[in-house]
């Protein structure tokens, strides 16, 4: 089973900026979506942005220009840059592995608290 570690959130001031990272241990398939779902007080999780094996990236609408998702693959790492933050952006930001290997195994990680002051 992989196991997903974050860090990178914290408290920052709206206009500010904050990284994220998410390290998968051990090797993970060929085929692959990483990315960053994230799930504010009373809300539902929300899919933020992610990438996949082949390096093609999604970003939902109300974070694009302002976030940007990358990888590096030789440390099964997926980054989240996160600029121009708002008090919107306040959640728990988790991230997922979903990988494809004749079935589809699903990952989440343990979730790191971002939140925006205004």
């Known amino acids: 089973q992989v196991q997903l570690v974050e860090s990178g959130g914290g408290l920052v001031q709206a206009g500010g900026s904050l990284r994220l990272s998410c390290a998968a241990s051990g090797s993970i398939f060929s085929f692959y979506v990483m990315g960053w779902y994230r799930q504010a007080p009373g809300k539902q999780r929300e899919l933020v942005a992610n990438?996949?094996?082949?390096?093609?990236?999604y970003y939902t609408d109300s974070v694009k220009g302002r976030f940007t998702i990358s990888r590096s693959s030789a440390k099964n790492t997926v980054y989240l840059q996160m600029n121009s933050l708002k008090p919107e952006d306040t959640a728990v930001y988790y991230c997922?592995?979903?990988?494809?290997?004749?079935?589809?195994?699903?990952?989440w990680g343990q979730g790191t608290q971002v939140t925006v002051s205004s």
């Open positions: 990438i996949n094996s082949g390096g093609s990236t």
């Open positions: 997922n592995l979903d990988q494809y290997g004749g079935s589809r195994l699903t990952s």
